[in-house]
């Protein structure tokens, strides 16, 4: 993938030297945090990060334009166990490097990159490609190795085009790394339709299996099709259904086929300076015969924001997990200057997670806690 990606750029700065005007741009962001948890051993935690991003814009005698972008996540943690223990971590690696070729109706970019769809806000069956955490306030998320097409007809209709290399880490809802060494490939029809939009996704690729657990079937190469479809629809109430299913030819038991479904409203109240309000049910299943829901796993989700002022906000997000009668409840105030950003978090949650997708906050949001965090954006 990176040598391929190095054969574009260089056919790209051959179409620069058509260029008409180039601009260069740099800009960061650089956010700090405490947090407090004393439901865990290591309750007080520190960290910042910053993402510096550099952007190059070519623009060409026909109308078209090369950009470049790339950016990197550096980081640092430390965790600390009151007069006992320290312990600390931190990293410097790529966050985004990719060139892009666009017109009017057409964009081609390759490299490291984002990639995410769907009409879902919040709990999203389409989340195959990122990982965003909707409680956190930088949207943060790693990018994926690959090239994507994007062509925009004159009706609002796009069709999307992709493939990736190189990724193994499990993205998403996935609970299986990719097979890195072999190509994944798909494409989605994104279309208008009365009051809205409705979209058809598909992916495929490879999954590895050898090391996930001793209980399930080892795999170098397990076969996955993977089906998406989403519809929005903006009348009195913004409604929308989002839905994947995620299959195998292999036996693995129940895990052979993975069904996700959102149905989803939101609306604005007339309340003050205005009540933003969405609601989401999320039903996840696991099943051998597809289709068959025979251990269903239902999520439900209401989100609240409201502005208090020109620059205060204050949002909460609720989850109730049926299965297990659980409730997640996260609070955040946003207080906004010039170039800074304040966030003062407050969670109350089970000890340990189980909201789809967001297992990776387990240790930090476990339990009850607060969170501050700063963010300068220049």
């Known amino acids: 993938m990176i040598r391929f990606v190095g054969i574009l750029i260089f056919g790209l700065f051959f179409l620069a030297s058509q260029a008409q005007e180039v601009s260069l741009k740099y800009k960061g ?17 520190f960290g910042g990060r910053y993402l510096p991003q550099l952007n190059l814009g ?52 390759a490299g490291l990159q984002k990639i995410n769809f769907g009409s879902a806000n919040l709990l999203r069956p389409l989340m195959w490609f990122d990982q965003i955490d909707p409680r956190d306030p930088l949207k943060l ?32 809802l996935d609970l299986i790394k990719s097979n890195a060494e072999i ?22 690729r490879y999954a590895d299996s050898r090391g996930f657990s001793d209980e399930f079937p080892s795999f170098e190469r397990m076969e996955e099709h993977r089906y998406g479809f989403d519809v929005r629809l903006d009348w009195a109430l913004g409604t929308w259904i989002e839905a994947s299913w995620v299959s195998t030819n ?35 299943a696991y099943d051998e015969r597809a289709f068959a829901f025979n251990d269903p796993v239902p999520f439900s989700l209401l989100s609240a924001s409201y502005p208090i002022g020109m620059f205060d906000n204050v949002s909460a997000i609720f989850y109730y997990d049926w299965s297990n009668n659980n409730t997640y409840n996260f609070v955040n105030y946003q207080k906004q200057f ?41």
């Open 29 to 45: 962001q650089l956010s700090t945090y405490g947090h407090y948890n004393p439901s865990n051993a290591e309750s007080l935690w």
């Open 58 to 109: 070519i623009d060409l005698l026909n109308g078209g334009l090369i950009d470049f972008e790339t950016s990197a996540n550096i980081y640092g943690n430390a965790a600390i166990i009151p007069f006992t223990d320290l312990n600390t971590d931190g990293e410097i690696k790529p966050y985004r490097a990719w060139v892009r070729y666009s017109t009017a109706q057409l964009e081609l970019r």
């Open 141 to 172: 998320t790693d990018g994926v190795w690959g090239v994507l097409g994007r062509y925009y007809f004159l009706n609002n209709a796009n069709l999307w085009l992709w493939g990736l290399y190189g990724n193994k880490n499990p993205k998403g």
């Open 183 to 204: 190509p994944e490939f798909g494409g989605r029809f994104q279309m208008p339709v009365p009051l809205g939009e409705a979209g058809l996704s598909y992916h495929h």
């Open 250 to 284: 292999e036996a693995v038991g129940m895990f052979r086929n993975q069904e996700v479904l959102n149905l989803g409203l939101d609306y604005t109240f007339g309340i003050g300076r205005g009540l933003y309000l969405v609601f989401e049910q999320l039903l996840l």
């Open 338 to 378: 010039s170039q800074l950003s304040l966030y003062v978090m407050a969670y109350w949650n089970p000890k340990s997670f189980a909201i789809p997708g967001q297992g990776g906050t387990t240790n930090l949001f476990g339990g009850k806690g607060v969170q501050c965090m700063l963010v300068w954006n220049h």
